[in-house]
């Protein structure tokens, strides 16, 4: 999936030593290098007019799984079609820009052409359903408010279901086709495979500790741990179509670090570190003999590697060049103001004081990590620093440091934010006349909070599809997002006055930084309606606004010349105010 002709779109790209269909020819032994491919070798394959959000192969071959988003919103669609680019089909999804619910796929079941698919209703209700892409059959094996799918056994008789709001999720697993359903593990985290006869779920969990380690569960046993690290989270993990390995990625302080896990025989074993920092996609091949990554550093751009399990050795085949002048991204350390730790990513535009920006991630269960950001790089350019820091509630450092800013906690998080300007201008990094805070989603959220509680240390503000006001976001986002924030959050009822106390908006009259509102027309994650409260409210006490909407967008921006036109906008804004 790449946006290299300005929209997110399908492509197919031929590999040296293997076939057009994508199966190997033999093993593969490679040092890094880059393989060099004409243009001409990779092609579009033809979905649609509509962004592409995720792609995957079936194991056959034979069909492409897509994820498309009409009018560029969150209500996706699912579709089949060829490698070649035929015989495209609607399998699961609303029809229409303007429907309601969404459809996801969420992996291929055994070794044909059956999709397992998670429908989610406006009711805020979810199915999940095996979709067979040849025939169009359709299976519904279970159906409940805040479920989702995780996996099904190859024979289809068993299938791993998550249960649960945010920070408190459930593993559960049910015997198909009468769905009865028996507890794998308490509260836990998102991840989960099954074995191929069903027998063993592999799940990420931080259930009884407090970092995330891979547990495997069978049902009646105790669970067991297959791999943990006292300095690392498991950050996401691939298992073979034969249920032999599993390849691990670490989050080590927000770098990737790569293992291999025999499932058969156990044990671990590390592979040498990959040529990125992060590591956002790991997918294993049919028979386990190749790994397929998607990395990206701060100085280059996500591309796809290929990595032999065997003998740890990358070669790098889709994606454009690293940067010419290499980006440094430094880790930094300093306290908050009770004593907590929190760290963040340092970007100097030069040394000595200068102008600087807080950047805050959305989530909160995110966390901010050497990734590729033309944001950044743009900022730099125009003699900008930039401090993205991981305030409590950042997911990466331990189920303790995410929940430290759950319901009234959150008031310290927005210290946080505080802390970090002390930081700044306490080591000479920032001057203390020209720092600025923006940040996306709940990082938007984070934005408007520290403006109106801390105004005196902001010069501006940049808010991107942020909440204002926790009532009205409860009342219009969507259902299943609604009911899985109380545990974030708090209940929108019996919570009323906490969310209104920590809701902005209702602290406006101490806004006094100029803001930057950005926002998507189609997002219903975060509804336009919070952009335009801050926007209505800010103008009226005369704080200078701006509000830029991008109509064919939703809670991200996808497209290129939106992305353009939103990197040149924030930084216009706050090279104006920090000049003047």
Same mark, same amino acid.
Request: charged share 20%; hydrophobic share 40%; proline share 8%.
């Given at each position: 999936?790449?946006?290299?002709?300005?929209?997110?779109?399908?492509?197919?790209?031929?590999?040296?030593?293997?076939?057009?269909?994508?199966?190997?020819?033999?093993?593969?032994?490679?040092?890094?290098?880059?393989? &060099?491919?004409?243009?001409?070798?990779?092609?579009?394959?033809?979905?649609?007019?509509?962004?592409?959000?995720?792609?995957?192969?079936?194991?056959?071959?034979?069909?492409?799984?897509?994820?498309?988003?009409?009018?560029?919103?969150?209500?996706?669609?699912?579709?089949?079609? =060829?490698?070649?680019?035929?015989?495209?089909?609607?399998?699961?999804?609303?029809?229409?820009?303007?429907?309601?619910?969404?459809?996801?796929?969420?992996?291929?079941?055994?070794?044909?052409?059956?999709?397992?698919?998670?429908?989610?209703? @406006?009711?805020?209700?979810?199915?999940?359903?095996?979709?067979?892409?040849?025939?169009?059959?359709?299976?519904?094996?279970?159906?409940?408010?805040?479920?989702?799918?995780?996996?099904?056994?190859?024979?289809?008789?068993?299938?791993?279901? =998550?249960?649960?709001? &945010?920070?408190?999720?459930?593993?559960?697993?049910?015997?198909?086709?009468?769905?009865?359903?028996?507890?794998?593990?308490?509260?836990?985290?998102?991840?989960?495979?099954?074995?191929?006869?069903?027998?063993?779920?592999?799940?990420?969990?931080?259930?009884?500790?407090?970092?995330?380690?891979?547990?495997?569960?069978?049902?009646?046993?105790?669970? /067991?741990?297959?791999?943990?690290?006292?300095?690392?989270?498991?950050?996401?993990?691939?298992?073979?179509?034969?249920?032999?390995?599993?390849?691990?990625?670490?989050?080590? @302080?927000?770098?990737?670090?790569?293992?291999? %896990? #025999?499932?058969?025989?156990?044990?671990?074993?590390?592979?040498?570190?990959?040529? *990125?920092?992060?590591?956002?996609?790991?997918?294993?091949?049919?028979?386990?003999?190749?790994?397929?990554?998607?990395?990206?550093?701060?100085? @280059?751009?996500?591309?796809?590697?290929?990595?032999?399990?065997?003998?740890?050795?990358?070669?790098?085949?889709?994606?454009?060049e690293p940067l010419a002048e290499p980006l440094h991204a430094e880790l930094v350390r300093f306290d908050a103001r009770d004593g907590l730790e929190l760290t963040g990513w340092l970007y100097r535009s030069a040394p000595g004081p200068m102008p600087c920006v807080i950047y805050l991630h959305g989530g909160p269960e995110s966390q901010e990590r050497p990734t590729y950001n033309p944001l950044f /790089?743009?900022?730099?350019?125009? +003699?900008?620093?930039?401090? %993205?820091?991981?305030?409590?509630?950042?997911?990466?450092?331990?189920?303790?440091?995410?929940?430290?800013?759950n319901h009234a906690l959150r008031f310290h998080a927005i210290d946080d934010v505080a802390d970090s300007v002390a930081y700044l201008t306490g080591g000479g990094v920032a001057d203390p006349a020209r720092v600025a805070c923006m940040g996306r989603s709940y990082g938007g959220y984070l934005t408007l909070a520290a403006?109106?509680?801390?105004?005196?240390?902001?010069? %501006?503000?940049?808010?991107?599809?942020?909440?204002? #006001?926790?009532?009205?976001?409860?009342?219009?986002?969507?259902?299943?997002?609604?009911?899985?924030?109380?545990?974030?959050? +708090?209940?929108?009822?019996?919570?009323?006055?906490?969310?209104?106390?920590?809701?902005?908006?209702?602290?406006?009259? &101490?806004?006094?930084?100029?803001?930057?509102?950005?926002?998507?027309?189609?997002?219903?994650?975060?509804?336009?309606?919070?952009?335009?409260?801050?926007?209505?409210?800010?103008?009226?006490?005369? *704080?200078?606004?701006?509000?830029?909407?991008? #109509?064919?967008?939703?809670?991200?921006?996808?497209?290129?010349?939106?992305?353009?036109?939103?990197?040149? @906008?924030?930084?216009?804004?706050?090279?104006?105010?920090?000049?003047?």
């Amino acid at each position: 999936m790449c946006d290299r002709d300005g929209t997110p779109r399908v492509w197919v790209q031929p590999l040296a030593g293997h076939t057009g269909e994508g199966r190997p020819l033999a093993p593969v032994r490679f040092p890094y290098a880059q393989a &060099r491919f004409g243009p001409h070798a990779a092609r579009v394959i033809d979905t649609g007019p509509e962004p592409v959000t995720n792609v995957l192969w079936s194991p056959d071959g034979e069909w492409l799984a897509v994820q498309v988003a009409p009018g560029g919103g969150e209500h996706t669609q699912v579709w089949a079609v =060829r490698p070649d680019g035929t015989d495209r089909r609607l399998l699961a999804g609303p029809e229409g820009a303007l429907a309601r619910g969404s459809a996801v796929f969420v992996r291929w079941i055994g070794y044909g052409s059956t999709l397992l698919v998670a429908e989610l209703a @406006a009711t805020g209700m979810t199915e999940a359903v095996l979709i067979d892409a040849d025939l169009g059959n359709r299976d519904t094996i279970a159906a409940g408010p805040l479920m989702w799918p995780s996996a099904v056994s190859h024979d289809r008789s068993r299938a791993l279901l =998550r249960q649960g709001p &945010r920070g408190m999720r459930e593993m559960t697993v049910a015997d198909l086709p009468f769905g009865r359903e028996r507890l794998l593990l308490p509260p836990t985290t998102d991840l989960g495979a099954l074995s191929p006869d069903g027998e063993v779920a592999y799940v990420r969990s931080n259930a009884g500790r407090d970092r995330a380690v891979l547990m495997a569960l069978r049902v009646g046993e105790a669970p /067991q741990a297959v791999a943990e690290r006292p300095d690392a989270e498991l950050d996401r993990f691939a298992v073979s179509a034969d249920g032999r390995i599993a390849l691990l990625v670490w989050n080590v @302080a927000g770098r990737s670090e790569l293992e291999v %896990a #025999d499932l058969v025989d156990g044990g671990t074993r590390a592979l040498p570190p990959p040529p *990125v920092d992060v590591i956002g996609s790991a997918r294993l091949s049919l028979d386990g003999s190749l790994a397929v990554l998607a990395g990206e550093s701060p100085s @280059a751009p996500s591309h796809v590697l290929l990595c032999d399990p065997a003998t740890g050795s990358y070669l790098r085949v889709v994606g454009d060049e690293p940067l010419a002048e290499p980006l440094h991204a430094e880790l930094v350390r300093f306290d908050a103001r009770d004593g907590l730790e929190l760290t963040g990513w340092l970007y100097r535009s030069a040394p000595g004081p200068m102008p600087c920006v807080i950047y805050l991630h959305g989530g909160p269960e995110s966390q901010e990590r050497p990734t590729y950001n033309p944001l950044f /790089q743009r900022l730099l350019a125009a +003699g900008i620093s930039v401090l %993205a820091p991981n305030v409590r509630g950042s997911s990466g450092f331990g189920r303790a440091f995410q929940d430290a800013d759950n319901h009234a906690l959150r008031f310290h998080a927005i210290d946080d934010v505080a802390d970090s300007v002390a930081y700044l201008t306490g080591g000479g990094v920032a001057d203390p006349a020209r720092v600025a805070c923006m940040g996306r989603s709940y990082g938007g959220y984070l934005t408007l909070a520290a403006l109106v509680t801390h105004p005196e240390l902001f010069r %501006a503000g940049v808010d991107v599809c942020g909440m204002a #006001d926790f009532a009205t976001f409860y009342a219009l986002t969507e259902p299943w997002i609604a009911a899985a924030a109380v545990g974030e959050y +708090g209940d929108p009822v019996a919570d009323r006055d906490l969310l209104r106390a920590l809701s902005p908006i209702h602290s406006f009259d &101490r806004l006094s930084a100029p803001l930057l509102v950005v926002h998507g027309a189609q997002d219903t994650n975060v509804p336009v309606y919070e952009a335009e409260q801050v926007v209505a409210e800010a103008t009226a006490r005369g *704080v200078p606004c701006r509000y830029l909407l991008f #109509d064919d967008e939703g809670h991200e921006t996808v497209r290129t010349a939106n992305k353009i036109a939103y990197v040149e @906008a924030v930084t216009d804004w706050l090279t104006r105010w920090f000049t003047e």
